[in-house]
């Protein structure tokens, strides 16, 4: 089905309603018409379906709280990708650890054939 525009929505959204069989007709207005819960919510309201106050301001703080959540996610992310040890110098390619006094092991530049950037 391709994406109807909002005045093609609602001339199918009455006839959608009166054969709808589910319990939650804004989640099945949303996914039939490929429209979000507040633009749902809206049409719905638009072809005189009621829709109470309290379940737009609890679809809202969802929505709102769902954002919030892949903020956190996302600079999570950021912060732990920019809190990576550099495990290479200039004469070791990877260094595997450290010895107890303090000297570095693994592998050196010479060893992998690579260029060493030091």
Not at 10 to 26: H, I, M, N, S, T
Not at 53 to 71: F, G, M, P, T
Not at 73 to 98: L, N, P, T
Request: glycine letters at 6%.
């Amino acid at each position: 089905m391709s994406t109807l525009n909002r005045k093609q929505r609602l001339r199918q959204a009455a006839k959608w309603l009166d054969q709808y069989k589910g319990k939650r007709p804004v989640h099945g207005y949303s996914r039939h018409f490929s429209v979000d819960l507040i633009c749902a919510i809206i049409e719905l309201r638009i072809i005189g379906y009621s829709v109470p106050e309290e379940y737009e301001l609890a679809v809202r703080r969802s929505l709102a709280d769902r954002n919030l959540q892949k903020k956190k996610r996302r600079e999570s992310r950021q912060a732990k990708a920019s809190s990576v040890e550099v495990y290479s110098d200039a004469e070791f390619s990877f260094i595997a650890g450290y010895t107890e006094w303090g000297y570095p092991y693994g592998t050196l530049w010479d060893e992998n054939d690579k260029p060493n950037p030091g």
